[in-house]
């Protein structure tokens, strides 16, 4: 057993994804399929499983009624989005919720809606330590689109501009 190797952990060691504070999360779709649309001319346009992805962003601070937003987009095969947990669950009267339990539901709501998980196993997060960094992320997802060919998300795609499904990976 000692010679399996280990997994990469993705969060930050004894870090508390529950507490108030901003954090920058990305969700990819599996096998990087692009499920949610395409770019042309540096906008997005969303197909009906990008429309479902959208709306079930505007609905987690429904949800979740201590946690906000901030910025977001949704691309053919990603979503970046700034999670803000803006009062301590229990303050607030909201069940304590950590940035896990968030993302977990959300792909689990876009899941049922649209009939299959699109979704990667996991999520990227990083904590946004300052207002610095807040600006430099907020202008990256705002500027996503428009830089679309030299994404990483986009590059790691191959054969990607031939078209998007609307539904399941295989069409």
Known sequence: MQDLPKRKL?????????????????????????????IDGGTMTLNDNGIIVNNELHKIS?????????????????????VVIISAGAASGAPTMTIGNIIRGYKSGVSRLIGFSPWQRNYHDHVIRNQEDYKRIAE?????????AEDRYYKMTTGAASGAPTKGFDT
Not at 140 to 148: G, H, L, S, T, V
Request: proline share 3%; aromatic share 16%; net charge neutral.
């Open 10 to 38: 993705n969060r930050l060691h004894n870090y508390d994804y529950a507490q108030i504070g901003a954090y920058f999360v990305t969700i990819c779709t599996k096998d990087m399929k692009w499920l949610f649309g395409s």
């Open 62 to 82: 429904t949800h979740f009624n201590n946690v906000e937003i901030s910025n977001y987009v949704v691309m053919p095969n990603h979503v970046h989005l700034i």
């Open 140 to 148: 990256y997802i705002e500027n996503n689109p428009a830089r679309w």
